[in-house]
């Protein structure tokens, strides 16, 4: 659980979490207030940067972990997932943050995301969807509505794209929210909420890419177009209401927490503390174990 | 058709098409991704099926059942996403598939840069993946080359029911020059695709299998040899290469692809300085011309190798060499290109001159 490691007594601020070096993202980049609402939860939850691990896979929102200055990992395209949980369970006091765009978590990552939900690590997991491949200049992403022309996709796309709220929902993720970058208030908040959340938590926050995205997604569509939750009386502990109201991604704008696990299970890791330590009487000594005979060798190294 | 400018992703990809590749399947990544973006333009108007495949793994499959279906089918990439295919590929050597395959290198290991390299030798002349087998690997120096060696590739894959990579760097891929590009003509000769999954109905009735697993040691084993039956033919029957004023060199550099370019240009400063340079271009990497270097050993004194790379086709030019002459490496990585004056550097302290 993210709040198991004694908390600081200092005071931090949002400056503590920003990095010296500068984004180079495009001017008017949705990522922009997305690292801004992450310094403003990091903020609050009042853990030093060194304590906190940020991980990332490849792609122009995967930058984020180096314009914080928290420990940084900018991974394996699509990878971030599987990387994150091995540094939690090497060293589940860490918080980890992962983030990353929509083509690496739902494209190429997407078989990871199931079963890094269904083993319930105490990860947060930020996906910057813009509905396209910024990095490699506008291709097709995995959440393009159908229909959408890219240079990959030249006389519009044959396929329906994929719901990451409906996603992770269907496996299970204990928190589930989506924001936007123009309202950055809700937005530092969700985040705060999902890092608190002990266990797989998972924000979807549609950040637009001005550069190949199109205008309806862009921030001041957003403005208009969004849909507060909490406004239309949601409640959050309901998970059909959630997956009801999740079917809305692509039309409707939904933002707030769809879903948060009023009971939330055991983490992995406690998970593993736990084992480790009913085992531990019967633990082997080294030795013991070296020395056995080939018969139990043999059962050991039959699969 | 007259000579066109155009860009050496869009060569191949247009050689591809008039070849006969009506499939294409990949993701996108940089420096290649005119490919894609020419197929997702122009097969759809030819009645071809693009598709932007959700990773290199699934591309790869993809390419797996479209071969298998008996198409010709092409993916390509960039180095990263290539290591990703590599499980594909030797699963579709494996089961004896034709594909053609082309990596536009970047600069490695992990997610590297994105300039222009040739780290990729040894994972596409050795192997790549797992297990016993080879890739027929064509390394094109120009943009007519890049044209006709895609072209023969799709031959080459049917001939050998085998992989075909075409290699090339970001450099090669961005570059413009005028090509003429021939109207597909497959080889009149090529095998029937007599185990392709097309319906029993043109099969007589007979169930054909498409597999990789051998289960009884006695029967890979058989299996194995005769994929390398298949790779001595093709050693003996396909190797090119190209030996550039070499008759009294006495240095011989050693470059493909891209390098080959800047030696060439080497190879004009130092001729101009007096100094004897000849060059070696290996156009199969594999198989790779070790034959080649019987022609030169005779008179030349060294052997320069140069890549983008840390020394990889070194490895096979001291077999070929075999400790008979000096050998000496000159290799830029990271994704810089190394220049001709480098290189003359190199040949002057090889021949002891200099200005
Ligand atoms: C194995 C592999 N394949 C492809 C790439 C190229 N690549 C880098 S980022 C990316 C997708 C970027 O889109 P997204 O994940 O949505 O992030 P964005 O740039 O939009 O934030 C691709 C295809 C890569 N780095 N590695
Ligand atoms: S290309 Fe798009 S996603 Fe990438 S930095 Fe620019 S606006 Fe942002
Ligand atoms: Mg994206």
Redesign the interface.
């Given at each position: 659980m993210s709040t198991e490691c004694p908390l600081s007594p200092e005071v931090f601020t949002t400056k503590d979490f920003r990095s010296s070096l500068k984004p180079i993202w495009c001017p008017g980049c949705g990522d922009y207030g997305v690292v801004t609402a992450i310094y403003r939860a990091l903020a609050t939850i009042k853990r030093p940067p060194h304590e906190i691990a940020f991980i990332s896979g490849?792609g122009c929102s995967s930058r984020i972990p180096g314009y914080t200055t928290a420990y940084g990992f900018?991974t394996?395209?699509?990878r971030a997932l599987p990387i994150a949980q091995g540094i939690k369970m090497a060293n589940p006091d860490l918080l980890v943050l992962v983030a990353g765009g929509d083509g690496d978590g739902f494209?190429?990552g997407?078989g990871h995301v199931p079963h890094a939900i269904r083993r319930n690590p105490d990860l947060t997991y930020i996906v910057m969807d813009n509905q396209i491949?910024g990095?490699?200049?506008g291709?097709?992403s995995?959440t393009s509505p159908r229909g959408k022309k890219t240079?990959?996709?030249?006389?519009g796309s044959m396929e329906d794209p994929v719901n990451p709220l409906l996603y992770v929902l269907a496996y299970g993720a204990g928190f589930v929210a989506q924001g936007v970058p123009a309202d950055m208030e809700g937005l530092a908040k969700m985040i705060e909420e999902a890092i608190r959340y002990p266990g797989f938590a998972f924000v979807n926050v549609q950040s637009p890419c001005i550069t190949y995205g199109d205008a309806d997604t862009q921030l001041k569509t957003q403005r208009m177009r969004m849909r507060k939750l909490e406004a239309e009386g949601h409640d959050a502990t309901n998970r059909l209401r959630a997956m009801e109201l999740a079917q809305e991604y692509g039309r409707t704008l939904y933002t707030g927490v769809f879903y948060r696990n009023p009971n939330p299970p055991p983490t992995y890791e406690s998970q593993i503390r736990e084992r480790q330590q009913n085992l531990r009487g019967e633990t082997m000594a080294l030795e013991q174990l070296l020395s056995r005979k080939s018969t139990d060798d043999e059962n050991l190294t039959a699969s | 058709m007259a000579r066109k400018l155009m860009k050496g992703n869009e060569v191949i990809a247009a050689a591809a098409i008039n070849a006969g590749c009506r499939y294409f399947f990949g993701?996108?990544?940089?420096p290649q991704?005119e490919i894609?973006?020419y197929m997702?333009?122009e097969l759809?108007k030819v009645g071809g099926v693009y598709v932007?495949a959700?990773?290199?793994v699934a591309a790869i499959n993809m390419v797996y059942g479209a071969a298998g279906a008996g198409a010709r089918v092409l993916t390509s990439s960039s180095s990263?996403g290539i290591s990703l295919m590599q499980e594909g590929i030797s699963y579709i050597a494996g089961a004896e598939l034709p594909c053609v395959l082309v990596n536009i290198m970047r600069a490695g290991p992990?997610?590297g840069g994105v300039q222009p390299s040739q780290a990729d030798y040894f994972q596409a002349t050795k192997g790549g993946g797992h297990g016993d087998y080879h890739v027929l690997v064509l390394a094109p120096a120009n943009l007519q080359e890049a044209a006709d060696l895609t072209q023969s590739a799709f031959d080459l894959a049917d001939r050998y029911r085998n992989p075909v990579m075409v290699l090339a760097d970001g450099m090669i891929g961005q570059l413009m020059e005028p090509v003429e590009l021939l109207p597909a003509r497959p080889a009149v000769d090529l095998p029937p695709k007599d185990w392709a999954t097309t319906g029993t109905a043109t099969s007589g009735g007979r169930r054909r299998v498409i597999n990789s697993l051998y289960l009884y040691p006695d029967q890979l084993e058989q299996h194995v040899h005769a994929l390398y039956a298949k790779y001595a033919a093709m050693e003996h029957a396909e190797v090119r290469y190209e030996l550039h004023q070499c008759d009294d060199a006495e240095v011989v550099i050693v470059a493909y692809g891209t390098t080959s370019r800047i030696a060439r240009s080497a190879i004009e400063k130092c001729r101009r300085l007096g100094l004897r340079v000849g060059l070696l271009r290996p156009i199969t990497l594999y198989p790779f011309p070790f034959a080649a270097f019987e022609q030169v050993i005779a008179r030349t004194q060294a052997f320069l190798v140069v890549e983008m790379s840390m020394g990889q086709m070194l490895d096979d030019v001291k077999i070929a060499v075999a400790g008979r002459k000096p050998i000496s490496f000159y290799g830029r990585t990271g994704g810089i290109v190394p220049t001709p004056e480098e290189v003359v550097k190199q040949v002057q302290a090889l021949l002891g001159g200099g200005p």
């Open positions: 490849i900018n394996v395209h699509g494209s190429i997407g491949y990095l490699t200049k291709q097709l995995p240079s990959s996709s030249v006389y | 993701y996108p990544i940089t991704n894609p973006e997702a333009r759809p932007q959700e990773s290199e990263p992990g997610l």
